[in-house]
């Protein structure tokens, strides 16, 4: 069989679960593409303003989106004759949600996660919490760089698509569903990067919140580059720590949705992580953060589940520990960051064996 025989179809129709920020900047995306695209969401005002009005009046209020996004609150609707899905959504509704669109998805379809975490409890990968739900269907994510009002406008802005490959996969790689995927979403300010591993890619999306949760506390604690430049490279290492350690590979973490996205989600209070240390570091209490609104944080929601998971594997985090304490165990924030700073000196590189105690 030559490749020419094995050329699947073009991506041309896609749908995208989501209409928060996100959700509809990647709408945008692919409607620049030239892709048909449906995107759902359970706000039928919102739903209505995208579709007739080209605004999201809540989440992107200044951003006019291309025509032609359809939009709908109806699974079904949402999902037929759909080539590949977009999943973006809270981590914490992932399994809800790929529940009720189960029996509505065209079978063996794409469907790529867009939402970064590891679901408490479990400590199951976005991937695996797919998996689970949708054992018919191969499951990536989408992960990088990427401030929502950014790429919504159009602005250059790149992102890796990771997929399991298979043997036939890594013969024909322009041909897997990453790769179709990537192309179906190129154009003039997106650009897609391909990836076959999809934990390495997973790992840094999640980790990197919590990561800039702790820039965002020492930053508003009145520290500056020095210290917000070692929290970025310790935390980079932490990452490459818990990806290695499930079977990724540390060098997909030194790209765009490792340190990329780290970088990125560690240097601007856009970044909702980043905000609330900032706001914790200010000294406000939690339930003041953000002016009392109820804003998800996915670093916060995440710092259990990715200390969880590290204790369980052996692999040390101390930075990711110690917002987690800051957080969810009641830890005193400065002498919580004091003890952390002050631990015994060691070795950068893994492979030379010093703690000098």
């Not at 999943?87 to 063996?108: D, E, K, Y």
């Not at 679901?119 to 990088?144: D, K, R, T």
Request: glycine content about 10%.
């Amino acid at each position: 069989m030559t490749e020419s025989d094995n050329h699947p179809s073009a991506i041309e129709q896609l749908t995208i679960l989501g209409a928060g920020a996100w959700g509809t900047a990647l709408a945008a995306i692919s409607r620049r593409a030239g892709q048909r695209v449906t995107l759902w969401g359970r706000d039928a005002e919102i739903l209505a303003d995208i579709k007739h009005v080209q605004k999201n009046p809540r989440f992107l209020p200044d951003i006019e989106l291309p025509a032609g996004i359809e939009t709908t609150t109806d699974p079904w609707q949402a999902c037929k004759s759909t080539q590949a899905v977009l999943v973006v959504i809270p981590s914490r509704s992932l399994r809800q949600v790929c529940q009720t669109f189960a029996p509505h998805l065209p079978t063996g379809i794409p469907i790529v996660l867009c939402c970064k975490g590891i679901e408490q409890g479990s400590g199951l990968l976005m991937s695996e919490v797919a998996q689970q739900e949708l054992p018919n269907h191969p499951i990536g994510a989408l992960s990088g760089p990427t401030f929502a009002t950014e790429a919504a406008r159009g602005y250059p802005t790149a992102a890796t698509i990771a997929l399991p490959f298979s043997e036939q996969d890594r013969r024909y790689p322009a041909n897997s569903d990453a790769s179709r995927l990537a192309r179906a979403l190129s154009n003039d300010g997106f650009r897609p990067y391909v990836s076959d591993d999809l934990v390495g890619v997973e790992i840094g999306g999640a980790v990197k919140n919590v990561i800039a949760i702790a820039c965002g506390i020492m930053t508003g604690a009145g520290f500056a580059e020095n210290t917000r430049a070692v929290l970025i490279t310790r935390g980079l290492e932490e990452m490459k720590r818990l990806a290695q350690a499930l079977g990724g590979r540390r060098e997909t973490l030194s790209g765009l949705s490792g340190m990329g996205d780290l970088t990125l989600t560690c240097s601007s209070q856009t970044s909702r992580n980043m905000s609330l240390g900032f706001q914790l570091g200010q000294g406000r209490s939690r339930v003041d953060c953000f002016d009392g609104r109820d804003v998800v944080v996915e670093g916060e929601v995440n710092a259990v589940s990715v200390t969880d998971l590290a204790r369980q594997l052996g692999v040390e985090m101390p930075i990711c520990e110690t917002v987690n304490a800051v957080l969810h165990g009641d830890a005193p924030l400065k002498e919580s960051f004091v003890k952390l700073w002050n631990r015994p000196l060691k070795s950068e590189s893994q492979s030379l064996p010093i703690s000098l105690e």
